[in-house]
């Protein structure tokens, strides 16, 4: 995701910073190269190497276009004057072409490549109101993605006889589809007075939501059919009546994990399997990740906060239209707006705390 250009550079000169502190703690320890500490820190000194010195290219550039500008501004020969004129022109393009490198050069290091999100909304404590709120954070996604032309498809949905959802499974696909929603993922709590609330008495009702990466054969490879135990059987609706007079409705259960799918949302068997099956593949991925992930918990810092699902990250309160994310401790009272799909100003404030948190456990 592409920064503003004052926080790109402010964030360049903060790796700058962090160059220099390396190039001292190399230094020191130059008479201990086996020394594990020295491995690290030349490791991470080449990785910045290249955005370091490209950066202070562009100071040098930016000091002497300020000179030249001041010569330019400055009383006397007309003649020296233009010079400078032309010096400032020649200058600033420089410094706009070696900006676009820099730009370049992060993108290629930090742009999460193109891959397919699914991602589960369910409805959690608060019975009737939670599920109405399932629904309102879909549609919330689907206009959020539409913004910025990423495409929704619809994998299952268990509808309720209110008009929600006890749970919504949807694909969103498209260039920095990961990096728009990957902090999404956690507890949604709502705060708003029921229709059916006759004493105007505010209920609370929380939402969970898992963003997982739809997996890569080379990440997870083909799932053996000896682990697979699938079932077939007519789709419902709510209060139970027959949607589909086939039995094309299907759940598939992975034993070893005891992981279990259902999607029924399409006529064909064979389409629901499919979908059942991408859904599966991500929850396995997204298991061994989370695994992975807890046996090196205490050298990974560069989440804001835990990023643990059982965490109430974000807080919709209706009669103060106020959205709260508690992460970075952000309130807005812009929750009409929100829920239309406006969330890029909270976005943007997690990938701030995020790079924060980032150059900080580097120093640590």
């Known amino acids: 995701m592409k920064l503003p250009r004052a926080k790109f550079l402010e964030h360049l000169k903060q790796l700058d910073d962090r160059y220099t502190e390396l190039e001292h703690q190399v230094a020191q320890q130059a008479q201990q190269s086996d020394a594990p500490d020295y491995q690290r820190l030349s490791k991470e000194l080449s990785s910045l190497k290249e955005l370091a010195l490209a950066f202070r290219t562009y100071q040098r550039i930016e000091r002497d276009a300020q000179e030249a500008e001041q010569l330019m501004h400055a009383q006397g020969d007309p003649e020296l004057r233009e010079m400078a004129k032309e010096e400032v022109v020649a200058l600033r393009q420089q410094q706009t072409h070696l900006l676009g490198r820099l730009e370049a050069i992060w993108a290629e290091e930090h742009q999460a490549p193109a891959r397919t999100l699914i991602m589960e909304i369910r409805a959690a404590t608060g019975g009737l109101e939670a599920s109405l709120f399932v629904g309102d954070l879909y549609r919330m996604y689907t206009k959020y993605a539409a913004k910025y032309r990423l495409s929704v498809e619809l994998i299952d949905s268990h509808p309720t006889e209110a008009g929600g959802f006890k749970e919504i499974i949807f694909a969103v696909k498209g260039p920095e589809a990961f990096e728009r929603f990957k902090f999404e993922s956690g507890v949604h709590r709502v705060q708003r007075v029921p229709a059916t609330e006759a004493q105007g008495r505010i209920h609370t009702s929380t939402v969970t939501v ?107 309160n209706f009669p103060d239209r106020r959205v709260t994310d508690h992460r970075v401790g952000m309130t807005l009272h812009q929750l009409e707006s929100v829920l239309e799909g406006n969330l890029q100003e909270l976005i943007d404030a997690l990938h701030a705390a995020e790079q924060a948190k980032t150059l900080q456990s580097a120093r640590e």
Do not use: W
Request: glycine share 4%.
């Open 210 to 316: 898992a963003v997982l990466v739809e997996p890569e054969e080379v990440e997870l490879p083909p799932i053996p059919a000896k682990d697979l135990q699938i079932d077939v059987f007519r789709s419902s609706g709510p209060g139970g009546q027959s949607v589909n007079t086939t039995d094309s409705a299907v759940r598939i259960r992975h034993i070893p994990t005891g992981i279990m799918v259902t999607c029924q949302d399409e006529r064909s068997q064979l389409r629901n399997k499919e979908k059942a099956m991408r859904v599966l593949r991500a929850r396995l991925l997204d298991q061994l990740q989370q695994s992975q992930h807890a046996q090196i918990a205490t050298t990974r810092k560069q989440q804001v906060k835990s990023g643990e699902r059982s965490e109430k990250i974000r807080s919709y």
